[in-house]
């Protein structure tokens, strides 16, 4: 007998805020786990400023990108998605 029980599918749809308690709000762009415990942290102030290193290179970091108005294939498609989320590899491994 295959089980395909699911713990975080479970936990997914338990979590879930019923439908009528539910507002929109545009600004809102992360989910809402109702049942968890809410843990406070710091925020930077940028009035404030910083010498340490780390903040530094936080806010020294920039992306850049240039985009073709050419179309790319569902080959590519395939590709860029699953290059760029999930697990790519393990860190005990010495190639991709």
Do not use: C, W
Not at 1 to 25: G, T, V
Not at 65 to 72: H, K, Y
Request: glycine letters at 4%; zero cysteines.
């Amino acid at each position: 007998m295959f089980n395909n029980y699911s713990l975080a599918l479970d936990y997914h749809e338990n979590s879930k805020s019923p439908p009528q308690s539910r507002i929109f709000d545009p600004k809102l762009n992360y989910k809402i786990y109702p049942n968890t415990k809410a843990i406070p942290l710091a925020k930077f102030d940028m009035q404030s400023g910083s010498n340490d290193d780390f903040v530094r290179t936080l806010l020294s970091r920039r992306s850049t990108r240039e985009f073709s108005q050419e179309n790319i294939s569902i080959k590519e498609l395939g590709i860029l998605l699953s290059l760029s989320f999930g697990l790519r590899h393990n860190v005990n491994e010495t190639e991709f």
